[in-house]
């Protein structure tokens, strides 16, 4: 069983930026495909960037350029970097873990609110 503690959410202005970041139980975090989700209100909820073990990482087409995602594998930590943030990024950012050879892709964090408004 893998537990993920996400934090850093909150309220900032168009422009600004946030870090979020998760905290994985487990001892074998390295191995972890990591990835950041968000889910808007009536709508789905999409993937937004992942990284896998090795430090590859995939991002959504609306967060390229403006969003990170990084990984600390002595900290059992995901982080992901958002600068320039718009309206359309207010959502529930949910922290996933995927365990590569065991097909359990669906370990989830509680969410953590981002709202960007004036």
């Known amino acids: 069983q893998v537990q993920l503690v996400e934090s850093g959410g909150g309220l900032v202005q168009p422009g600004g930026s946030l870090r979020l970041s998760c905290a994985a139980s487990g001892s074998i975090f390295s191995i972890y495909v990591m990835g950041w989700y968000r889910q808007a209100p009536g709508k789905q909820r999409e993937l937004v960037a992942a990284?896998?073990?090795?430090?590859?990482?995939n991002y959504a087409d609306s967060v390229k350029g403006r969003f990170t995602i990084s990984r600390d594998n002595a900290k059992n930590t995901v982080y992901l970097q958002m600068n320039s943030l718009k309206p359309e990024d207010t959502a529930v950012y949910y922290c996933?873990?995927?365990?590569?050879?065991?097909?359990?892709?669906?370990?989830w964090g509680q969410g953590t609110q981002v709202t960007v408004s004036s």
């Open positions: 996933n873990a995927g365990i590569p050879f065991t097909g359990r892709y669906d370990y």
């Open positions: 990284i896998t073990s090795g430090g590859s990482t």
